[in-house]
């Protein structure tokens, strides 16, 4: 059996070396709106907008997004789109966080992780997945550079020289595909250029923070191209373990929750009169530690933190150990030598090899009941989950009309392979627990899929287009799990270790965009997405189970305005869908496994509102806002309840005093905020020499969210606000920029999430953070 242990490491070379020789010189970040994909660099040469003012600007400039594949100007898109860029970008990344930092930013928006820096978990307009297994399908996609990074381990690749990143708000069934009903989160490199520029961004902080960004476009001649750019964070261990062992111990982890996390990106354009190539290397090495699981952290009775915990406190017994190695490549290219359409190529590889290992019990000796103790948990639990070669290849032929005229339509076909080798230690041992060898498990899961995809717009008069889209798409699963007959896992084969699944679906849409005048626009779309089919493996203490393909109906209605002479931008729409057959994920509960189950109908509905305001020339404004109600409508689900000592508000099967399955008829969805808000500002007091000082500040909003299916007192997430502060002072051009940043401001923490099996145990969000950020331009 082939393992794989956290020494291993990735052949590809450091990010730390490559940003030390861009540290030559380098420019700050100018983060523009979307691009034209795949002719990336063509599309920034093209649009070069921000979508926030300029500074000292007296509009509002033009966003242009690739929403649906083609560029365009964000208010001719009928759906729900919103973006992040620019200082929003910068502010977010300041402090060396992850992807989880853009939840909340726009609309509808939610990210959450019980994995840490690797693993986020996407929910738009409510609607997600809470699973954490490594062959976990999420409906929301994730696309980086016109790539789909379908294993959840690949979503969680470190945003940095990014052009803007854009939220389409669900389904996107037809130009995206499958696995795509809650809707897509689109990233968009820098692309090469033949300016010769660049810049470098060091950054310092508390907790020992080192956040180091950089990137250049290399001189070359004739029709090449080629841009470097590189990211290295780092955060000191900031948690100390009060638990001692009674013995020496190899395991033991004296302090956590740090990192080192290094990634590169290479890009190479080549470009003729006719003929476009984009080819694009990058790689990941992240060293650092799992989410920290805490026992006891939550007051029996309330949702508070118990009185005496300490966030830089801990006390495990287990090891806390996480790695990822990535690697992929894409080539991107265009014939545009026909006068009738254009041809494109998107070919594409993605490897990722993670291993993770955590003390998952979140407590240290000894065990015992009753529950309500701080560090105290009911019995040991430490596990490792680890890939091993894993290998995603895609390949998608598209063409796209060119002509003029009022008819527009593009269509093509996608292909999709992933294969790999999920392995599962568990360090507890047999019971009693705590004693024997690690036992261990492996499943092996292969994914195969195509599909063809058309889509079509008519401008029926100059102030009404009409269109529409239509897929077909056909998926099939393998997946089989095995056990050694000396140190295996004790397998539970009652519905098998191995399960086929085979989805053939078609998704549509129809929408039509109507302007009032030309500023305003109001648009209506109907549209249906589905996600495959989901097999979780047989494990220890539960069978594997399957559940079915879910398949959406969405209906939106919005409008989008410019007035205010451009110094105001408003976007806001209304939706409602319905989910049929919506997998859910139960995890843990009193039987200690997980399970994925049907609910036979999901509805949500909601509304959502993005506004721009340039009041002033050098005051920028924006808000955005949403409300998203999400009901599960099956009166005969049923889920395993806590076996942590929760208070379960929801009807049990039997009576209470037994515990066990509950009915969730009713229930919102899991990590499904109501409401959701974000605030930004920024005001600049410019100087007569042309130098600039600014101060800009970020709010986010989010209310209560259930953590699991059921509901409980305790695994009831309170409301979370935080607020982040920036001030700096550019100048020489806007070549040197110097900032002070603070996040969490009110250094406020809160439970983010939990494990219901054991005892309370918890895990937050960061305290505050703080440091200075230089950048520089050449």
Same mark, same amino acid.
């Given at each position: ?19 030390? *020789? ?11 709106? *979307? ?31 690739? #929403? ?19 200082? *929003? ?6 402090? +060396? ?22 693993? $986020? ?73 033949? #300016? ?34 590189? %990211?290295? %964070?780092?955060? +000191? ?24 996390? #290094? ?18 290397? =990058?790689?990941?090495?992240? !060293? ?53 359409? !254009? ?10 090899? $993670? ?46 009309? @060119? ?40 499943? =092996? ?59 053939? @679906? ?11 005048? @030309? ?40 409008? @989008?305005?410019?007035?205010? %002479? ?137 209310? =209560? ?33 110097? *900032? ?35 950048? #520089?331009?050449?």
């Amino acid at each position: 059996m082939k393992r794989i242990t956290s020494s291993l490491r990735s052949p590809l070379p450091t990010a730390t070396a490559l940003a030390a *020789a861009l540290a030559l010189g380098a420019c700050p970040l100018q983060a523009v709106m *979307a691009q034209a994909a795949p002719d990336s660099a063509q599309a920034q040469a093209e649009t070069g907008s921000t979508g926030q003012a300029g500074r000292n600007a007296s509009q509002l400039e033009t966003v242009v997004v690739t #929403a649906e594949r083609r560029v365009a100007n964000i208010k001719d898109v009928p759906t729900a789109v919103a973006t992040v860029s620019g200082d *929003a970008l910068d502010a977010l990344n300041a402090s +060396g966080e992850d992807v989880r930092a853009l939840s909340g930013r726009v609309p509808s928006l939610n990210i959450e992780s019980s994995f840490g820096r690797a693993f $986020p978990r996407f929910y738009i307009r409510g609607y997600g997945n809470t699973d954490f297994h490594l062959n976990a399908s999420q409906p929301v996609s994730l696309v980086y550079d016109d790539v789909v990074q379908e294993n959840p381990i690949l979503k969680g690749f470190p945003v940095f020289d990014v052009k803007a990143v854009e939220v389409l708000a669900g389904p996107q069934g037809t130009l995206f595909g499958r696995n795509t009903p809650a809707g897509v989160v689109k990233f968009d490199s820098v692309a090469p250029s033949h #300016a010769d520029d660049g810049y470098v961004s060091i950054g310092v902080g508390n907790y020992s923070t080192i956040n180091a960004e950089a990137a250049a476009n290399v001189p070359m001649t004739g029709d090449w191209a080629v841009r470097v750019s590189a %990211q290295e %964070q780092h955060r +000191g261990n900031w948690v100390r373990n009060t638990y001692q062992p009674t013995s020496p111990d190899p395991s033991y982890t004296a302090k956590t929750e740090g990192y080192d996390d #290094a990634a590169i990106r290479v890009q190479a354009l080549y470009k003729t009169t006719d003929f476009s190539a984009l080819f694009n290397v =990058h790689g990941r090495d992240l !060293d650092g530690s799992p989410r920290l699981f805490r026992a006891g952290i939550i007051q029996p009775g309330t949702n508070n933190l118990i009185a005496g915990f300490k966030p830089d406190q801990m006390s495990i017994d287990g090891r806390n150990t996480q790695t990822v190695h990535s690697a992929g490549a894409s080539a991107r290219l265009k014939w545009s030598g026909n006068s009738d359409f !254009d041809i494109y190529s998107i070919t594409a590889i993605e490897t990722v090899q $993670p291993f993770s290992r955590g003390d998952v019990d979140g407590g240290a000796p000894p065990y015992s009941f009753p529950t309500g103790a701080l560090n105290v948990a009911l019995f040991p639990d430490e596990t490792s989950d680890a890939l091993h070669g894993h290998r995603q290849l895609t390949q998608e032929v598209r063409l796209e009309s @060119k002509d003029p005229g009022p008819f527009k339509w593009q269509g093509g076909v996608f292909l999709f392979d992933e294969r790999y080798t999920w392995e599962n230690i568990d360090y507890s041992g047999a019971p009693p627990y705590g004693t024997g060898n690690p036992l261990y498990a492996e499943t =092996h899961q292969s994914n195969r899929a195509y599909a063809l995809f058309g889509a079509v717009t008519y401008q029926v008069t100059s102030d009404l287009k009409l269109g529409g889209g239509l897929r077909y798409t056909d998926d099939k699963k393998t997946l089989y799990s095995w056990a050694p007959a000396t140190n295996g896992q004790a397998l539970d084969a009652a519905n098998g270790l191995g399960a086929n699944t085979k989805d053939s @679906k078609w998704t549509w849409d129809t929408s039509a965009v109507y302007s009032l005048d @030309k500023n305003t626009n109001i648009y209506a779309k109907i549209g249906s997405g589905f996600r495959a089919s989901t097999v979780l493996p047989a494990g220890e203490f539960g069978p594997l189970t399957t559940a079915g393909p879910e398949s959406l109906t969405s209906y939106e209605l919005g409008v @989008k305005s410019d007035f205010w %002479q451009r110094r105001a931008r408003l976007s806001a729409d209304v939706y409602s869908y319905d989910v049929k057959n919506l997998q859910l994920t139960e995890v843990g509960g009193t039987g200690n496994s997980n399970a994925v189950k049907s609910a036979k109908k999901v509805k949500g509905n909601g509304l959502e509102v993005n506004l721009d305001l340039l009041p002033l020339d050098n005051l920028m404004l924006h808000l955005s806002g949403s409300i998203n109600n999400t009901k599960i409508q099956d009166p005969n689900l049923t889920v395993a309840s806590c076996g942590g000592g929760c208070t379960v508000t929801n009807p049990f099967v039997g009576a209470p005093s037994s515990g066990g399955e509950v009915y969730v008829n009713g229930n919102p969805l899991p990590n499904a905020p109501k409401y959701v808000g974000n605030f930004n500002l920024r005001y600049g007091f410019p100087q007569e020499d042309g130098s600039e000082y600014y101060v800009y500040t970020d709010w986010t909003y989010r209310s =209560h969210v259930n953590f699991f299916i059921y509901e409980s007192v305790e695994f009831t997430g309170k409301p979370l606000t935080e607020g982040g502060l920036r001030g700096g002072y550019i100048w020489h051009d806007g070549k040197y920029e110097l *900032a002070a940043y603070v996040r969490n401001i009110q250094n406020k923490v809160v439970v983010t999430g939990a494990i219901d099996f054991n005892n309370l145990t918890g895990f937050i969000n960061d305290p505050r953070t703080y440091g200075v950020q230089f950048k #520089a331009s050449f």
